[in-house]
């Protein structure tokens, strides 16, 4: 008994299962967890380690290199990249995708690198570290908001915000809830030298005063009675008087207080480290991110739903602007291709209708639904969210799912035309069909296996695809051979009296067909050599198709990078980015303009990447009122950048839909002196700009930055006793500040900085006034008297490493309005030819470098999955020639796929690589079922050549239903950015290798096999 005839006697169990997979689908759609894009781990890590006073070189060779060696001793270790800055180092740690295949795996290396990392602390400098190892870099704070509030001060909003932040932690599924940008206060004690030294002050009691006076210490404990209780001494300063009024000093009954040497300020630390503005006002960003696997729809609106319910604690005047709400977008985007499923159930289902009838057609729509629900419960169960990727994968397979039920169904059909039962033609029709339809189903899941196995980023990106066309396929082979024939059995009629030969009549159009084939057949020589010479043209017409990575997003905002020269402070490029944010803000279409000035803001979407933090660096993210304006506003904002600021770097841009991001194009040179690598990226860099198409040319070590260097005298330092450590001291006091203690407000702890007064600071000419204390003297003494000379000079201001090897990237974008594989194409010989001295390489970042590195993690399983594909026709078949016949129509495909890509000017992005991958498995499948239902012919005795007529013409109806229905099916694709790429190599291939299949595959059987043209019935 096989699975028809067990279905159609135990019509009870298939109901009961049916009502499971659409009750089951139903419950799935409604609680299964919700993301825009899939969640793929980042895993990188960052070591900061500051060194106070340290020159680049110095942090490179005293605290960056150590901890790059203990760091590459641990094996799960893929990528460290450095960058050595004064008094910082900045450590990137990239793990391996094997060492780390999830999040769980992932934390237990990072407390494999915090062991490292603590172990080497005794093996960098005095005075450095300790070192912090951040391994959240990669959190994705999906909803994000801006808080304003004109004629509020920085303190007040930072106060709501962190009133805020406690009252969203405790909803339901928040993670974290991180600020940016927020700016902290500081007491600002500015000590006059001239006065201090007036008055006879010791600048040393008042840094005592100050320090000691709000120090928190423990003073005891005693008994009292029974009992044993704590001394607390009151006298803390809790006001900016009590600051003032501290005593200082004094001589002959007198008192000299902290007012009467030094003026007391309450201000902001100096410089700020970032500022964001929102339309035009300064701002805070608030980030939420979810917890892990969390549903995120459901999360944002228990978030709305308790803003609601606070809004009356906000103060009247601060405002909270929604900046992006995951929740909202995906929710959009769910309904979005929730309609794209039902669009292309509708056309499939229509389809059917109109070339099988109503009632094939009625048997192929619920056999499809109920596939699609019970695809569903298992994505459910296997832990598959939605997304793009699997929603996009649904659709995929629901034109592909549609091919078994079709054979089925089409093969009952035509058994009860010819008059025989319905249940023996189920059961015949099942036998006859089971073994190759598997064979065919197994091929087209393994054509998606290398994406559900390769290793990296971008395959984690996109492996969700293989899980979900696998679920699918594998359910609509078991319904093929369940449902459907219960279907059939259900809504066919029994024949009455029809005869075979009646039953057995062809139309006209399947006459035409079988004319064309046997010609075809007579004419097999010509026919394969016409063939080739359209493969050798689409070979050779391959070269017009344009390469991409991924697409670039829809979403309806704009991003602009823009850079100052590196050291430049940060108020200046806030100044220059006022100046745009004010442009960009009067163009039409822009809604709202969020100026980030020092960096970028948070990981508000996986695909962003705010880069380092950088004093000269700054982004502007526009909102705009429709995503089809980006391209103009692009344009617009780029012209401007470049004629109004000649002395920035700029670039506008649009995001990426997937992993990615940075330079399009990046030329990274290796090797071990400073001097030549940054010549070989300068070359790099005039190829660019020689070229006239690229903007945002610049390298990754900036230009050099000057810097200050008072020379100590050793001689005259030991004299009076002051050392190189006190000289440093004291610059810094006078320059940057000393802190000295906290004042407490509150739940705030802000710090007392001692400085000297604005006009003492600022000219950098009066560095030799500073007054410095000598231990020998007890007096102090201007900086003069241990200075040999001083004077302003030069050098780089980070240095780069990758793996323990000094790295310099020169880098470009393509201007607006032009492709990257364009310019890559025409940079890319002039760079390679530069020469490179012995000791030194180059390779290809950026995004060239990301889809290499993509396509070699996915090359790296194909060969498996081919040599499974094979094996599984091989051992179908137990033959060698018919593997053969089926394996030489699948490079035909390119055929229909480079003139698809031509046409359409598409170029081949990874998903579109990963299309083709899938339709070598649909051809094949195609091929193989023809194959087989030929051999099967002859095996019954039926003449070579009318066999091969009669097994084309009786899979003519199945083929075209498929493919057709395929094609159509994932038509509304087409019209999704992320998937273009990947439906044009489907629907023009997939067309073309139908053809070629339905005429080619029996050109070829007949040249293996030699069959003559007379070998037909007499």
């Given at each position: ?509 399947m006459r035409l067909y079988e004319g064309i084939i046997r010609a075809v057949l007579k004419n097999k020589a010509i026919a394969i050599a016409a063939v080739l010479i359209a493969f050798g043209t689409s070979i050779w017409g391959f070269q017009f198709v344009k390469s991409g990575f991924f697409p670039a997003s829809v979403t309806p905002q704009v991003v602009v990078n823009f850079e100052l020269t590196q050291g430049t402070d940060i108020r200046v ?27 970028g803001t948070l990981r508000y979407m996986l695909t962003y990447d705010g880069g380092s933090d950088n004093s000269a660096s700054g982004q502007i993210l526009v909102k705009t009122a429709d995503y089809r304006l980006n391209d103009d506003l692009i344009e617009d904002i780029q012209s401007h950048i470049d004629q109004e600021f000649p002395d920035a770097l700029g670039k506008a841009w649009k995001f990426i839909m997937g992993p990615g991001g940075g ?15 940054k010549s070989l990226a300068a070359q790099a860099k005039q190829v660019m700009q020689d070229d006239g198409e690229a903007v945002l040319i610049k390298d990754t070590w900036g230009e050099q930055v000057p810097y200050l260097e008072p020379v100590y005298s050793k001689t005259k330092g030991e004299r009076l006793g002051i050392r190189r450590k006190d000289l440093a001291d004291a610059l810094a006091t006078n320059f940057s500040g000393r802190r000295l ?278």
């Open positions: 008994m096989n699975l028809a005839e067990l279905s159609i006697k135990n019509p009870l169990i298939c109901c009961i299962v049916i009502l499971l997979c659409l009750f089951g689908g139903y419950s799935a759609y409604e609680t299964m967890p919700r993301f825009e894009d899939p969640e793929f781990t980042i895993r990188v890590a960052k070591v900061f380690t500051q060194y106070p006073g340290a020159s680049p070189e110095e942090v490179l060779n005293e605290v960056t290199e150590p901890l790059e060696t203990a760091i590459q001793s641990l094996p799960d270790v893929k990528l460290v990249n450095s960058t050595s800055s004064a008094g910082l180092s900045d450590i990137s740690v990239e793990i391996k995708f094997s060492a780390s295949p999830s999040k769980g795996d992932l934390q237990v290396v990072w407390t494999k690198l915090r062991n490292k990392i603590n172990d080497a602390q005794s093996s960098i400098a005095p005075g450095a570290g300790p070192s912090v190892v951040a391994d959240d870099f990669g959190d994705v704070y999906g909803i994000y908001y801006l808080l304003t509030g004109e004629g509020f001060t920085m303190p007040e909003l930072l106060d709501y915000a962190k009133t805020l932040r406690k009252e969203l932690l405790l909803v339901p599924g928040v993670g974290k809830v991180a600020l940016n940008g927020e700016q902290n206060e500081a007491i600002y004690v500015e000590i006059s030298r001239e006065q201090s030294a007036s008055l006879g002050v010791s600048v040393n009691n008042i840094y005592n005063a100050l320090s000691l006076q709000n120090a928190v210490t423990d003073a005891g404990d005693l008994r009292v009675g029974s009992n044993r209780i704590n001394i607390h001494p009151s006298g803390e300063i809790t006001t900016i008087e009590a600051i003032e009024n501290l005593v200082v000093g004094g001589s002959n009954g007198s008192v000299l207080t902290l007012r009467d040497v030094a003026d007391v300020k309450r201000g902001f630390i100096q410089p700020p480290s970032k500022i964001i503005r929102y339309d035009g006002q300064q701002a805070i960003g608030i980030g939420i991110a979810n917890v892990s696997g969390y549903n995120v729809v459901k999360l944002g609106e228990a978030l709305d739903a308790r803003l609601t319910e606070i809004e009356t604690l906000r103060p009247l005047g601060i405002e909270l602007h929604e900046y992006y709400h995951q929740g909202k977008v995906v929710d959009m985007a769910i309904q979005d291709f929730v309609v794209n499923v039902f669009m292309s159930l509708a056309i499939v289902f229509v389809t059917l209708l109109i070339f099988m009838g109503f009632r094939s057609g009625v048997i192929m729509g619920l056999t499809v639904f109920i596939t699609m629900a019970a695809t569903l419960l298992f994505m459910w169960v296997g832990g598959i969210p939605m997304h793009r990727i699997s929603l996009g994968a649904l659709i995929i397979s629901l034109g592909m799912l549609v091919d078994n039920g079709v054979v089925v169904t089409d093969g009952i059909l035509v058994g009860i035309k010819e008059g025989r039962k319905k249940l023996d033609v189920a059961k015949e029709v099942a036998r006859k069909n089971m073994k190759p339809l598997l064979g065919g189903t197994l091929v087209g899941i393994i054509a998606f296996a290398p994406i559900g196995f390769a290793p990296g980023d971008t395959a984690e990106f996109t492996n969700s695809l293989f899980w979900v066309v696998m679920i699918a396929l594998s359910l609509s082979w078991l319904f093929a051979f369940t449902i459907t024939p219960l279907f059939c059995y259900w809504l066919f009629p029994e024949p009455k009296g029809t005869t075979g030969s009646a039953a057995k009549k062809k139309s006209l159009f490029t806030e100044e220059e980015l006022i100046r745009l944010e004010k442009y960009i803000q009067g163009l039409e279409g822009v809604e709202n303009v969020q100026t980030i000035i020092g960096g330079s399009k194009i990046e030329a990274t040179f290796k090797g071990p002196d400073v001097s030549v690598l203690g906290v004042f407490r407000e509150g739940e705030y702890l802000i710090p007392i900085i001692s400085r000297a007064p604005e006009e003492e600071r600022s000219d950098i000419f009066d560095t030799f006034g500073i007054q410095i204390l000598s231990p020998t003297t007890g007096e102090t003494v201007p900086l003069a008297q241990v200075l040999e000379t001083g004077g302003i000079k030069w050098r780089d201001g980070r240095l780069l490493r990758e793996n323990r090897v000094l790295t310099i990237t020169a880098q470009g974008d393509p201007a607006p309005n032009v492709l990257t594989d364009d310019l890559f194409q025409r940079v890319k010989p002039k760079i390679e030819a530069i020469a490179l001295p012995n000791g030194y390489s180059m390779e290809w970042d950026g995004e060239f470098g990301g889809s290499a590195e993509a396509q070699s993690s996915l090359a790296s399983t194909i060969p498996l999955g081919l040599l499974a594909m094979i094996l599984v026709v091989v051992f179908l078949f137990n033959s060698i020639r018919q593997p053969i016949i089926v394996w030489s129509v699948v490079p035909l495909m390119m055929i229909g796929v480079t003139l698809g890509l031509v046409l359409t000017s598409t170029p081949l992005e990874f998903m579109g690589i990963l299309g083709l991958l899938s339709l070598s498995g649909l051809v094949i499948q195609n091929s193989l079922v023809l194959v087989d239902n030929t051999d099967d012919l002859i095996a019954q005795g039926m003449p070579r050549f009318d066999a091969l007529v009669e097994s084309a013409s009786s899979r003519f109806r199945p083929v075209v239903m498929g493919a057709f229905t395929t094609v159509l099916g994932i038509a509304p694709l087409f019209f999704d950015a992320f998937f273009r790429s990947m439906t044009v190599v489907l629907a023009f291939g997939l067309s073309f290798a139908t053809i070629i299949t339905l005429l080619v595959t029996p050109a070829l059987y007949a040249m293996w096999f030699r069959i003559r043209k007379d070998e037909v019935a007499a």
